[in-house]
Nanobody, 120 residues
Framework: QVQLEESGGGSVQAGGSLKLSCGVSGYIDNSCGMAWYRQVPGKERELVSTISNNGAASYRDSVKDRFTISQDNAKKTLYLQMNSLKTEDTAVYYC??????????????WGQGTQVTVSS
């Protein structure tokens, strides 16, 4: 059974930094990459950053040049380094493991989320 567990969230003042981690356990077959999402109450979950199996990264415009996604395949861990945090970055952050199944198509395994709160 695949499980993802985020850590590293917390409270920080604007301009500060946090580093999120996501540990993956279980066997992953046919990975189609990993990602970080975030969600605030009353809004849809939004994609923050993705990383492909070969390490190619992408970011939503609002976090470019501030956030860095990375992964340690040996440790089966995904990271999100967040610098120059803004109050609008406040959200619950989720990591996701994309899997491609020949019958079910693409779907995500999700972690339980970690709260990031940025105060002014």
């Amino acid at each position: 059974q695949v499980q993802l567990e985020e850590s590293g969230g917390g409270s920080v003042q604007a301009g500060g930094s946090l580093k999120l981690s996501c540990g993956v356990s279980g066997y992953i077959d046919n990975s189609c990459g990993m990602a970080w999402y975030r969600q605030v109450p009353g809004k849809e979950r939004e994609l923050v950053s993705t990383i492909s199996n070969n390490g190619a990264a992408s970011y939503r415009d609002s976090v470019k040049d501030r956030f860095t996604i990375s992964q340690d395949n040996a440790k089966k861990t995904l990271y999100l380094q967040m610098n120059s945090l803004k109050t609008e970055d406040t959200a619950v952050y989720y990591c996701a493991q994309c899997v491609e199944d020949k019958y079910e198509g693409r779907y995500n395994y999700w972690g339980q989320g970690t709260q990031v709160t940025v105060s002014s």
